[in-house]
């Protein structure tokens, strides 16, 4: 569906499940477009910034034959740590370049999406608003000094989860500025000690068609969200409307935070563009971050064609963790994006605190959930679906779901209108209700969201009931003539269960690119997540709501993502040698898959969900804190991944700075040292290898084994011992099918632990047998 309303449409995306839609740019009226133009890594004895420009200069020329003509394609030369640039090329010219020596990939510069507290106890760091003294936050002084990066929307500086009070001077190794040279409001702290802007990529698509300040600063709200849910300072009675009231903080609430803005209106489809978000990272990795969190993604793609794989990847060699989310195109299967192995990909699930809002009809209570900041006045209301009140000149799936103007105002003036989810955003039917006068609204969930309610700012008295209460509610309003109904304001209530649960929005496995890699690696809480807001914007993000809250509540993986990336701030400032990957397996090895319930977590229509749904599990930061064993990966471990995946010599050389060669014999995908193990191809059996390392005390590991349905595990050896600490010991898991049993082309899931009596070190295990 076409919206008018850029605010809209991007609220739509942070709070929807939304179909994967390709976001090509290549809407010029020209057959000129933007492109980037990838060579890798810079050569081992790196020029300065000038003579990389030149040499850009120089290849283009070389294929457009004028210089002035290269040199006015060029809009961004990547200098730092990235060796690349975007330009304007036709596609004749772009597939001149391809073929050219020093180059690893010419790509579109394709537009991303952005995936659109309780949650901190929720997650065992503290209890009751105390911090608990084994958690990781007293271990690491709440992540002091570490520097999160965010690739969003800007910031809202002057927010409270930004002060600086208490916070010492800026780290030395900071090399970062703050961009404010076209809006001098917009300032810096001790907190938020950096903020760029990149928009250059934006421009080259979108032209004079949207108008966008040159300014880091955040008006749409969901980059302040998202980067004080990582790195928020701790702030004192916050809520939305009252609401969730309590002190609100990030992940790592002393960490520095720094903002690199590199998302603006959305342009057909896409937002947040790659040769913006390359620069982005060419330079947080020049400023000096530790860790990179970027609540935004597009369709899977071939990484060499991606800005995100390949901008984490140069992170990745630095040492900087990148933490991505999933997206929000669940229940969809295999609709998981930034699959990448080296990123860490977060999917959403629910916490234990929830806002009920009832509606109450006939002799009925059905519980919802609502931010309502209005209640109702009376408890007398007539009832209407939002099919019988459609307007003359509207169709009945507009009216079904509650398009604007799909209401007929003589039908729904005074009552409660139900209207079904899908679609547009769950606000925006509130909207339509309200315009038309109607009195409140029940948001019913459709068949496929199931059980999923989110508690939404609507901006009238209104409640989300789930599938099987909504069919109830529309079977009471069919029975009677003039059904009568009411709806309650909201409350807090907390200690809810079971939590956590499967968001239906979350994107699932298996990874459409490498199966052989299980993604998401993990699930985090991503459902009503109370944070720092831009008061800018709107609560609902709609234009027309004139509410301006300091806090927000919002929903996605783009709220689940940050919760990662401050769990990673702090086990960077407690390890501060292990590698990403190595930070990666302890969040990955830790995490739990029970509910608070002691069963395995369940999707949204409360069936168990599975590693396609939530990969290792839900996190646990206090044991991710001491893992025991840990799975590294270094940077020539994924380069012969690449090496594997087809890409040559050649290019392989180009991308790593003439340093890697392919190994003779390809690796296999599936002995990629990595925390979990997907077998996508199984015919008869096979055999994966995977070494450990011990980052805990001297001891003895035996392994326990959880076989997937249908096919037989054994681990050799199945005892690890180690003497010290840092040692390695390998080991092979040979999978193989039970002929009687196995059900072939079907997915099944198992376990792998390595258990000394205190430490369970888990991996999935996840098989599909071929005949
Ligand atoms: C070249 O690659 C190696 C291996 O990945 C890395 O350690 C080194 O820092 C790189 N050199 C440059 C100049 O980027
Ligand atoms: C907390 O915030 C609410 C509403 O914003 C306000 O009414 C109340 O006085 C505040 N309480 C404290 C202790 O600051
Ligand atoms: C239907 O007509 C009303 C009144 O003329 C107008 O405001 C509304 O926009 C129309 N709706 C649609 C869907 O065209
Ligand atoms: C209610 O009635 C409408 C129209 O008569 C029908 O389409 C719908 O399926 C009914 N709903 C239920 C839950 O019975
Ligand atoms: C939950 O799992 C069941 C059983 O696997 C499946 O049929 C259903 O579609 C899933 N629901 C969602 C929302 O993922
Ligand atoms: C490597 O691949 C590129 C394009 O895919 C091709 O042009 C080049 O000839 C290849 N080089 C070798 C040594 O195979």
Not at 733 to 753: H, N, P, S
């Amino acid at each position: 569906m076409e919206q008018k309303n850029t605010f809209l449409t991007l609220l739509m995306l942070v709070l929807f499940s939304f179909l994967q839609t390709p976001g090509f740019a290549t809407t010029k009226a020209s057959r000129e477009s933007s492109y980037v133009v990838y060579l890798g890594a810079h050569s081992p004895n790196t020029m300065d910034d000038e003579a990389v420009l030149v040499s850009h200069h120089q290849l283009l020329t070389s294929i457009l034959k004028s210089k002035d003509k290269a040199k006015d394609a060029i809009f961004y030369s990547y200098t730092k740590h990235i060796n690349g640039f975007a330009a304007n090329l036709d596609e004749n010219e772009a597939n001149e370049i391809l073929k050219h020596p020093s180059v690893v990939s010419v790509f579109p510069n394709r537009g991303h999406k952005l995936h659109t507290t309780r949650s901190w106890e929720f997650l065992g760091l503290e209890k009751d608003g105390r911090v608990l003294a084994e958690s990781l936050w007293s271990k690491t002084k709440f992540g002091e000094d570490t520097i999160i990066g965010n690739l969003d929307t800007g910031v809202w500086p002057e927010s409270e989860s930004f002060k600086d009070e208490g916070i010492g001077p800026v780290p030395s190794k900071w090399k970062g500025i703050c961009q404010n040279d076209k809006d001098k409001r917009f300032t810096c702290s001790r907190k938020l000690i950096g903020a760029r802007y990149f928009n250059k990529g934006y421009r080259a698509v979108v032209g004079n068609q949207r108008s966008i300040s040159d300014s880091p600063r955040d008006t749409e709200g969901h980059g302040t969200h998202t980067l004080s849910t990582a790195g928020g300072s701790f702030v004192a009675n916050a809520s939305i409307f009252g609401y969730g009231t309590g002190t609100t903080k990030g992940g790592s609430p002393r960490a520095r935070v720094a903002a690199y803005k590199v998302c603006w209106p959305p342009f057909h489809g896409g937002e947040c563009f790659d040769a913006d978000i390359l620069a982005a990272f060419d330079m947080a990795i020049h400023d000096g971050v530790d860790v990179l969190s970027l609540s935004l993604g597009g369709y899977a793609t071939d990484y060499f064609n991606d800005g995100l794989a390949i901008g984490s990847f140069h992170a990745m060699q630095k040492g900087i963790s990148v933490i991505c989310s999933a997206g929000n195109s669940g229940p969809t299967p295999a609709s998981v994006s930034n699959t990448a192995p080296w990123i860490l990909t977060v999917g959403a699930s629910t916490m234990d605190r929830e806002f009920p809002a009832y509606v109450s009809f006939s002799d009925n209570q059905i519980k919802g959930q609502s931010l309502s900041s209005l209640g109702l006045t009376h408890k007398h209301y007539a009832m209407i679906s939002s099919i019988e009140a459609k307007a003359a000149n509207s169709s009945a799936h507009d009216a079904q779901l509650c398009y604007l103007n799909s209401l007929d105002p003589d039908k729904v003036k005074g009552k409660i209108v139900v209207c079904l989810r899908g679609i547009n955003a769950r606000v925006e039917k509130g909207e339509a209700v309200h315009l038309a006068g109607g009195a409140g609204m029940v948001l019913a969930n459709d068949k496929s969201t199931g059980d999923e309610i989110i508690a939404d700012a609507h901006v009238l008295p209104a409640t989300h009931i789930s599938y099987s209460d909504g069919v109830y509610l529309f079977t009471y309003l069919n029975s009677t003539k003039s059904p009568l109904g009411y709806i309650t304001l909201p409350k807090t209530k907390i200690d809810t269960s079971p939590a956590p649960v499967m968001a239906a929005f979350s994107s699932q496995g298996p990874n459409s690119i490498n199966p052989e890699i299980l993604k998401p690696d993990i699930t985090a809480p991503g459902v009503s997540i109370l944070a720092a807001y831009s008061t800018a914007s709107s609560p609902t993000g709609l234009s027309f709501d004139a509410r301006r809250t300091p806090f927000n509540v919002e929903s996605g993986t783009s709220m689940s993502c940050p919760h990662i990336s401050g769990v990673v701030g702090l086990l960077t400032t407690l390890h501060p040698t292990w590698s990403p990957a190595m930070i990666k397996s302890a969040i990955m090895t830790t995490a739990r898959i029970r509910d608070n319930k002691e069963k395995v977590i369940k999707n949204s229509s409360m069936y168990d969900a599975t590693p396609f749904n939530y990969g290792a599990g839900h996190v646990m930061p206090n044991h991710a804190m001491d893992p025991g064993l840990v799975y590294d990966i270094t940077p020539s471990d994924y380069l012969d991944f690449l090496c594997a995946l087809g890409y040559n010599s050649t290019r392989m050389r180009a991308f790593n700075n003439e340093s890697h060669s392919c190994p003779l014999k390809p690796m296999e995908l599936e002995n990629l040292n990595y925390p979990s193990i997907s077998i996508p191809n199984l015919f008869g059996s096979k055999t994966v290898t995977r070494t450990v390392t011990n980052v805990g005390p001297p001891g003895k590991y035996i392994a326990v084994v959880y076989a997937p349905r249908g096919v037989s595990v054994t681990v050799k050896p199945a005892v690890l011992e180690f003497e010290k600490f840092g040692e390695l010991k390998k080991f092979k898991v040979t999978i193989k099918v039970i002929q009687e049993e196995v059900q072939y082309d079907a997915y099944v899931f198992g376990r792998l632990i390595w258990s000394d009596g205190m430490h369970h070190v888990r991996s999935p295990l996840v098989v599909k047998a071929k005949y």
